[in-house]
């Protein structure tokens, strides 16, 4: 599984799934760290197929909207 980690949440849970075996990044390992847009990090999830980790409910709207990123 990929994961990319969300700027709300610390880097140590990305960290953390990294060191149990699973591809992890952290919004803080992008070119624009925690600046990194919603439409960003949501283009990495779908190019990428990473499961998105956040606390931001637009991501929840954008998935039950428009289907993306799929689950």
Request: proline share 3%.
């Amino acid at each position: 599984m990929k994961f990319i980690v969300d700027a709300q949440l610390p880097k140590s849970l990305s960290d953390l799934l990294n060191y149990r075996g699973l591809d992890s990044i952290h919004t803080l390992d992008l070119a624009n760290k925690n600046a990194t847009s919603d439409k960003e990090i949501l283009e990495i999830a779908i190019n990428e197929k990473r499961i998105v980790i956040t606390k931001d409910k637009d991501f929840l709207e954008s998935f039950l909207v428009n289907a993306t990123p799929e689950n």
